[in-house]
């Protein structure tokens, strides 16, 4: 049974920091692109971190580069998303994600979030 299991939300004061976690299980996790994304009530999701399979790779989109940063364990099938100098902005449910490379198949896969509140 796939299942991505995110951990680590809550309610943060501006400028302070969150470190979320996604354990995987069910896949062969080195074989999968791992990505976090992020969704306000009423918006599209928006990606927020990518990390390659082997973890020598990210990706941040403008929003949140130089803030976050993402990594991975693959001995433990475990994706991390260290986040600072948060903003109101950057309350969310925040989702774990997991794209197979390309060759392994085409199942993808989410997580069920975890929220994330910035706020004074």
């Known amino acids: 049974q796939v299942q991505l299991v995110e951990s680590g939300g809550g309610l943060v004061q501006p400028g302070g920091s969150l470190r979320l976690s996604c354990a995987a299980s069910g896949f062969t996790f080195s074989r999968y692109i791992m990505r976090w994304y992020r969704q306000v009530s009423g918006k599209e999701r928006e990606l927020v971190a990518s990390?390659?399979?082997?973890?020598?790779?990210?990706n941040f989109p403008d929003s949140v580069k130089g803030r976050f940063t993402i990594s991975r364990d693959n001995a433990k099938n475990t994706v991390y998303l260290q986040m600072n100098s948060l903003k109101p902005e950057d309350t969310a449910v925040y989702y774990c994600n997991a794209v197979p490379i390309v060759g392994w198949g085409q199942s993808v896969y989410w997580g069920q979030g975890t929220q994330v509140t910035v706020s004074a």
């Open positions: 990390i390659s399979s082997t973890g020598g790779v990210t």
